[in-house]
């Protein structure tokens, strides 16, 4: 069945270093890639996404690449702060829609001071 | 303007009892969803609605129904409750290919 895998499951650094998150998929045909953020106890908030007809996009100190051929997908964080420190789940749309969403299994990033 | 509203925000079962879990949104959205989250597994799909009127299952039906009551709430039940579905449960909803709106959640203890 479809599957998203995400690496790494923590992610420890330095206020200021920048951050990367690596997700794969297996459908070749998911067209969409959202990137959502959860602080402890909260809900999951969209931070950005892109599509399959994209291959980059950007805002601010966050941003989203994707590489279809290889089916893979990641987010970059730079000048990481402490506020940054939370969840970070990537998730892939499948069966060719967008009402239907794969989640990979996190990864928690703590930003040190 | 509330989003996505759950309720009840925490709820402690027995094993074998019944309950259900309510969404509403007031963003106008076709679609909404029921996930679960479990420590370690980010959130996997139960059931999804695409619009008023249809609903299809997602990863993990199994011990769950759905129904849209209308476009605004898509309600959540278990018939017969698991300590296996002891978890936080989020609703979310979309528009078209927009992205999806989380609730708050509701975390369900079964004993």
């Known amino acids: 069945g479809e599957n998203v895998e995400q690496h790494p499951s923590t992610l420890s650094v330095q206020e200021g270093d920048s951050a990367v998150i690596k997700c794969t998929y297996s459908?070749?045909?998911?067209?969409?890639f959202p990137w959502y953020k959860q602080e402890l106890g909260k809900r999951p908030q969209l931070i950005i996404d892109?599509?399959?007809?994209?291959g980059e996009k950007k805002d601010q100190r966050i941003a989203v690449t994707l590489n279809k051929t290889a089916k893979h997908f990641s987010l970059h964080i730079t000048e990481t702060q402490p506020e940054d420190s939370a969840v970070y789940f990537c998730?892939?749309?499948?069966?060719?829609?967008?009402?239907?969403?794969?989640f990979g299994a996190g990864t928690r990033l703590a930003v040190h001071p | 303007n509330a989003g996505v509203t759950q309720t009840p925000k925490f709820q402690v079962l027995k094993t074998g009892q019944s309950m259900t879990l309510q969404c509403a949104q007031d963003?106008?959205?076709?679609?909404m969803y029921w996930y679960r989250q479990d420590p370690g597994m980010g959130l996997r799909l139960i059931y999804y609605?695409?619009?008023?009127?249809?609903?299809d299952k997602g990863e993990v039906p199994n011990g769950y129904n759905v129904s849209r009551l209308n476009k605004r709430e898509f309600s959540l039940r278990l018939e017969s409750a698991a300590p296996s579905q002891t978890s936080v449960y989020f609703c979310?909803?979309?528009?078209?290919?927009?992205?999806?709106?989380f609730g708050d959640g509701t975390r369900l203890s079964i004993l």
């Open positions: 979310a909803s979309s528009d078209g290919n927009q992205p999806q709106h």
């Open positions: 459908d070749s045909a998911s067209n969409y």
């Open positions: 892109i599509r399959s007809n994209v």
């Open positions: 998730a892939a749309s499948f069966s060719g829609g967008y009402n239907k969403l794969i």
């Open positions: 963003m106008n959205h076709n679609s």
């Open positions: 609605s695409a619009s008023e009127g249809t609903t």
